[in-house]
């Protein structure tokens, strides 16, 4: 799945569930410079965790916005995640390349429960181990169901644009991560082990990143639409209501004592992101128990619940660790926020680059 990232105009598309955001983008030198960034309300019940459900209307939305912003670029990469990919870190003797991919090719089944024949899988080695006071290769495998991955290739073919990338989320955001040097002008992130956790709409993601290389990625079945259905469940509010309410919150972090409408709003919408940090600290607490050393000094929040004022409050509060909303990073060039785009930005990086 990897090609060279060359000083070309490059369309890179990340397929929510609520949103759809594009941008069309180049590398030069040593910076990423997006030219085009826009988004779309997908078309509702035509994609969800991770799969495409109907690939003629999202086609025909895509097609028309493309259209519309003057994407002249044919070349086209993907970022995608889903709770149906099954990512496990599995130590490995201390091997190379060729030995990993026959012991995977016959053995995989042994690590993972399942069909593996109906799955896309990949590995990194994102350091060592010891396992059985032995020193081993700690390998990160992710396995992506064929049929997702035939799906979205299919959806580009049907636009006309060429798929060359198609990259897991967790991957392209610490290979981003580590390019960036800098997150919002102050904050070095080469000494840091960071959680940085995408607050989507379906689900939330969580890439534990140390030295710029993924050491854990999961992702839990709770995001902003559990949000709105706990919020529809106490108001009558129309969709542009309901838009309107949640940017109106000045702190979720701080609820009064009288009892208002408002304050209605800030607890079922606390309440809410509490019990996802609750499901959050159970990956927490695996990486941290996986190998003496092992801590996370900062957490970096994006998506669209890290706009609600105040989450990062939640967080810091409840894990006693640093948090902040991601605003801008080094050698990125953006007119639009990152925040809203990170994932389309990360899949711009490959390998060899960072």
């Not at 993972?112 to 010891?130: A, E, H, T, W």
Request: hydrophobic residues 40%; negative net charge.
């Amino acid at each position: 799945m990897n090609l060279p990232f060359i000083n070309k105009n490059i369309i890179s598309i990340d397929l929510g569930s609520y949103e759809t955001k594009i941008i069309e983008a180049k590398k030069n030198n040593n910076t990423i410079q997006v030219n085009k960034a826009f988004s779309i309300l997908t078309p509702e019940g035509c994609y969800e965790d991770g799969r495409i459900k109907n690939e003629k209307i999202l086609s025909e939305a895509l097609r028309d916005e493309l259209k519309k912003n003057k994407i002249s670029s044919k070349t086209a990469y993907l970022t995608i995640k889903s709770t149906a990919i099954i990512t496990r870190e599995i130590p490995f003797p201390l091997v190379g390349p060729k030995e990993i991919d026959g012991m995977l090719k016959f053995q995989l089944s042994e690590y993972l429960p399942m069909d593996v024949s109906r799955y896309v899988v990949q590995y990194k080695i994102i350091g060592k181990v010891f396992d059985d006071e032995k020193e081993r290769l700690n390998v990160l495998i992710v396995a992506v169901p064929k049929d997702i991955v035939e799906k979205h290739y299919f959806l580009l073919s049907q636009l006309n644009l060429k798929p060359e990338i198609l990259d897991y989320q967790s991957n392209s955001i610490s290979k981003l991560i580590w390019f960036a040097d800098s997150i919002n002008d102050s904050i070095f992130v080469s000494d840091k082990t960071i959680a940085v956790i995408d607050l989507g709409y379906n689900s939330t993601n969580v890439s534990i990143i140390k030295n710029g290389k993924l050491q854990i990625s999961r992702a839990i079945e709770v995001g902003g639409e559990n949000l709105d259905e706990n919020i529809l469940n106490l108001f009558d509010f129309s969709k542009e209501k309901l838009l309107e309410k949640k940017s109106g919150i000045n702190d979720v972090s701080v609820i009064s004592g009288s009892y208002s409408d408002y304050n209605r709003l800030i607890n079922v919408t606390k309440n809410t992101i509490e019990s996802m940090i609750e499901k959050l600290e159970n990956i927490f607490k695996y990486y941290i128990s996986k190998e003496i050393g092992n801590e996370i000094s900062m957490i970096l929040l994006y998506g669209g619940l890290s706009q609600i004022k105040g989450v990062d409050k939640l967080f810091s509060d409840y894990f006693n660790i640093d948090t902040v909303i991601l605003d801008n990073l080094d050698k990125v060039s953006i007119q639009a926020n990152p925040n809203k785009y990170l994932n389309c930005i990360s899949t711009l990086l490959r390998d060899e680059e960072v």
